[in-house]
């Protein structure tokens, strides 16, 4: 009988629903739909008060707008009637998370909360939380928090933790207000479900829960006093398994998007780590790289090290039975975004692209192929959104070195591509250096298919022959997978896996001149690497901190 | 009775003649010829190889043109009878120089060596022979030649003999081929005279000539064997004091202006020196800056101190009797029209400046004045030129540290406002700190006129208060200030000033709560001025080196 899933990728800007044939994994109905209130960094919708620097938020809002409207286009798309659907899935940012009353209301759609920021969505890249996340940091090496080294040695401005804490210190009447503190992808889930559950994965990852327990009530407490109940009092010790069910649908959230009620609810799962099974990854040695506004660097191991400057390593946090492992940089299209629309690009290659009929980053990629390694004299450090692995710090910043009068657009666009592949050097290398090997490359997400010089250049720079994930919507994919499992359809994961994964057939090689050179310009990354991300030189704090006492904001 | 003198002010892009009354210095007419060939820095005309990087050359028949179309518009604008004009003088950029046969004829205008880059003029800003500036300088050291001192320890690429030797070593057919080798302000006065002359400015500034001497033969013999003639077989060892007369304006040079034959021609001069006396300095301790696509620092002193850096100290080099120090940064405004023009400003600030009727900089200068000194958390160094003081190397170049997601374009150009700012304080205080005191800063050239903000900055950034030149044209009028004392309208060059030179009232006054900020700011600009520039890190250098090898040029 033919059985359909869908999958919901909950990006940054938009959320995607696919519906998946769970026979082969073959995608067959796809619909958008981008979010109303986008990234909201500037100021809350309807206020013209700016909000600080780095601060980045959501409306949950909007997620639920995904539900009404992306997944009735994406059955129509597909042609398929929805009662051959049995089951659903999502995938999301993290850690992306909300405070809610104790029946799911966001603290944000109550009319005396919602002029307060604290009150909205944290999204990932909220970057405000770096002086929590030192103070986490700091008190834990400490009291010698055994849970530190499981983390590269520290705990991220992006996770639970440091948000929820900078609630607690900067809005004590929000964190008040709260009944609940959760994920936005668990948030969404209890909206289709009824149910209230935490999954496994951003259990583990981003709110520090290793084997069954969060850091201890003692920790918290010499965090501060009142800080010291925050798990029993906001959140639970209850956490439900990857592939599992968290619920089935109820007929309200049924109705939203013209299901059957009661089909099977997938437990929330996180964008990067349902990327690994969706491109066939289901053993160790591979590292999967999801590359978007931001790359996300996953491994599958089977023991847990100590690795610098990792994100986490978590027991059954991407597959059962193995230990997951994660590392990111922060900004990798982000940055290239960043340079094209406000960096910025001249005019005149806006007006070439319109006249190939191409998108302004296509062009820029072609100019830029037309460079040779070393050419443009030019090398930037990749921190533009600041460093995720290995310095864990959100506090640095982008830089750029060997500018001349001769120097172009397409040489610094390509001075920024290059900087994310030498981050991602960095990490390979920290990965093998304490003993976890790498076995092989596998790029995923949306920058590898739109950018082949970038492929070819992290080849390059690394070394190394990269896989190229074909699926298009490799998150959506592996959402739907882990449907197909809550639903029934597969025992496990590794089942769904061999029949619905998507083939990643095209290989890019390193070419072996362009890697001798790439290794001289990596040997000088690594030197400013070091000199400004490890406290030779703290100019790029000193700079924040400035800018934020003239702006006048708490650091 | 009236009389009049015309003072050409040979720029970068183009000459600009303007037509002078002797009795008080009044600008009555000026007239602006654009260089035909401008700046060749991609390929000779013609042709279509591309130049090696850091090439810069030019076209002397450019300034002829300038001669033939700017001084009669001049005159018309003027409304007067050129039989009134009793004098004429010329100041030019510096080290611009050309390899000539002995009848002036430059290499450049004679087929068979027209297709050879090395036949053409070098302009200042040509900066592809820091290889041999290093040999000079090593070789000088190993002397212990005691000229190098007056030089602030080591000599440009930017200069005479660098330039000099570059043409021998890379182009020996060229070499051979020169009967004599000159500055293009030299050779223009030989046009206009028929009298080969040198004057003693650039002798003493941009070819080591210190109380009538050059470098030894020696010395050059130590250089390259072959070398060791250069003064005797292409230069001359008579020397042409500023103010004094070259020549009487011969009958062809007459037809081209449609002036009088046997006027007096002024000694060449050179375009920062001869804005001193321009702006009414006369005596020690002012520093006269004129600011335009690179900045020189020009200083009055009593006697002849080492000063880290500085491009020289010479005696007469400026004033009769006094001795001239001269210190410079490479690149001012030419760093902002390279960012506008290329690093670059995205459209809609060129829309935004349209829709408000001014210029593409004055925008940005708007959008950046509502900035406060701190707040954008960038920090840039000035050197996307190269750095001229006091680091005095030209393979340095541009670093911009600090950006995060959310940078705009007016902050970065505020950030190289701010860093040229900061390069002009190192230089201040470099004298300072070597024994020649600056009690009084004085802004002349383009610059200061055109953006306001640039001048509050550089106050507040030094903590001293700036004096402006309210002269719109201070070189050509300091060239014709020299034209009327070459003609005998007044005995010294300062009693032409006490009638002619332009008064500075305006007064920017530095704020006090930006000073303390930009202090901490420029705590961060020297600590990486002195890691990119000292040695401690040279990546700027193997950047470029490596960006040789690749485009297969000679470094």
Redesign the interface.
Known sequence: MTSYTIGIDYGTESGRAVVIDTRDGRDIGTAVHAYGNGVI?QHLPGSDRPLP??WALQDPNDYLEVLKNAVPAAIKAAGISPDDVVGIGIDFTACTMLPVKADGTPLCFIDSLRSNPHSWVKLWKHHAAQGQADQINETARKRGESWLPRYGGKISSEWFFSKALQIYQEAPEIYNAADRLLEATDWVIWQMTGVETRNACTAGYKAIVQDGNYPSNEYFGALEPGFANVVDAKMSRDFAQLGAKAGGLTAQAAAWMGLKPGIAVAVANVDAHVTVPAVGVVGTGAMVMIMGTSTCHMLIGDHAETVEGMCGVVRDGILPGYYGYEAGQS?VG??FA?YV???????EY?DAAKREGVDIHKHLEQEAAKQ????????ALDW???NRSILVDADL?????????????PE?YRAFIEATAYGTRVIVESFEKHGVPVNELVAAGGLPEKNKLLMQIYADVTGRSFRLASAKQAPALGAAMHAAVAAGVYPTIQAAAAKMASPTNKVVQPIKENTA?YD??YG?YV??HD??GRGE?D??K???K??N???GVTA
Chains 1, 2 share one sequence.
């Open positions: 960094d620097p780095e900004g982000d940055i960043w629309n406000h960096g910025g690009v001249p005019q806006f040779r390694p070393g050419e443009s004299g030019l090398l533009v959104n600041g910043s982008g830089m750029i070195v060997g500018m001349t009068l001769g120097t172009r657009a610094i050179i001289q310009l000088e030197k400013l000199y400004f030189n100019v790029m000193h700079l924040k400035l800018r006492q003239v702006r």
